[in-house]
């Protein structure tokens, strides 16, 4: 493997509203406080890192735009936001209870909880700048996925859709299950991962019907049968934020988990946060992002392969769908 890859670009560079794409990047580590981290990144991109609370820092005004470095978990934090304290007697008693009782769980958390550095959408050809970032962990002594067992820690990326077409949405769909298994084989996917399934594949009776050559329903058929399927987050690409930005009530109604945000975007949570190993990059795994929307453009050969793993799936000795698919590939 390489020890910088070149970085790739998407076949469509516009987005729905007829911008440069922008990708958000989700990073998750371990062994470095929020403080420390939200004071690299302000040191690496500008702006100021504000405390909301001990495990939860916003950086604002960077040179990229708003960042955020936080415990991953809402228990550990003041849902009322970053105001302090203002009640007096018995329930200023109660509040700062809580909060110190949040700081102790927070302190406790992030033993096994991990941390994560949000940072701010950015345009897909300045992905680079935040290699940095990644190295700046790495010489902070960050922890990632495989340097503990109970390190399910993933690093997710949140690319633009290019357009509101069902079609076209539903090919990179198409194109991300039938690489599943090339992108699980390449990347090598942590077992902590995948015994919690954090970021579990699409049930076989969901990928066979979305892989049917004649399967291009409209947006709501779309959405229904995704949902019908799938009532979870923790899926590889989960689907759930683009859908629910595209028709919210529709979502809500059958997925009421506060947790999903609404946003025009593939949630793409399949790779690992390997920090500290020297030749993982933010930008290697964006590649590889890439070549499922590559895929995603050539619909006589989603349906070409499409049919051959449903048929390699249903065989009584398939074969290695993943070394199928390096073939396919290299066409």
Same mark, same amino acid.
């Given at each position: 493997?390489?020890?910088?890859? &070149?970085? &790739?670009?998407?076949?469509? &560079? ?14 998750e ?16 991109y ?10 939860? =820092?916003?950086i ?10 936080e ?16 009640a ?10 809580? @909060?110190?009782m949040?700081e ?11 941390? @994560? ?15 940095g ?31 509101? #077409? ?6 990179v769909?198409?194109a ?12 090598s ?9 954090f ?6 009776? =969901? ?7 004649? =399967? ?8 229904? #049968? ?8 923790? &899926?590889?690409? #989960? ?20 947790l ?11 790779? #690992?946060?390997?920090?500290? @190993?020297?030749?993982w ?51």
């Open positions: 493997m390489p020890t910088r890859s &070149r970085l &790739r670009l998407p076949p469509r &560079r516009e987005n729905f509203e007829g911008n440069l794409r922008r990708v958000g990047v989700e990073i580590f371990a062994a470095v406080s929020a403080a420390r981290a939200a004071e690299r990144v302000a040191t690496l500008g702006g100021n890192a504000e405390r909301e609370d001990p495990h939860r =820092y916003h604002k005004s960077t040179r990229l735009g708003d960042f955020l470095v415990l991953d978990t809402q228990y550990a934090h003041r849902t009322g936001g970053p105001q302090a304290t203002s007096a007697g018995f329930q200023g008693f109660v509040e700062s209870f809580s @909060e110190a949040r102790i769980y927070g302190d406790l958390g992030s033993l096994i909880i991990p941390y @994560e550095v949000v940072c701010p959408p950015i345009s897909v050809e300045q992905l680079d700048d935040l290699e970032l990644i190295v700046a962990l790495r010489e902070e002594g960050a922890t990632g996925t495989n340097d503990n067992l109970l390190h399910a820690f993933g690093c997710q990326l949140n690319p633009d859709i290019a357009t509101r #077409d069902p079609q076209w949405i539903l090919a769909l198409k991300e299950i039938l690489l599943s298994d090339w992108l699980r084989s390449v990347i996917i942590d077992l902590a991962r995948q015994i919690l399934a970021a579990d594949p699409f049930p076989q009776a =969901y990928r066979h019907m979305v892989l049917a050559q004649d =399967y291009w329903p409209d947006t709501d058929k779309l959405i229904d #049968d995704y949902l019908t399927h799938n009532p979870t987050r923790n &899926r590889e690409l #989960d689907m759930l934020p683009l859908f629910m930005w595209l028709d919210e009530d529709r979502v809500r109604q059958r997925i009421p988990d506060k999903v945000k609404s946003r025009p975007t593939f949630h793409y949570r399949l790779p #690992d946060a390997r920090i500290r @190993e020297a030749t990059s933010l930008t290697l795994e964006w590649n590889r992002w890439c070549v499922v929307e590559r895929l995603a453009e050539d619909r006589e050969m989603l349906a070409q392969m499409g049919k051959a793993y449903t048929e390699n799936d249903l065989a009584i000795l398939s074969e290695d769908w993943a070394l199928r698919c390096t073939e396919w590939l290299m066409l």
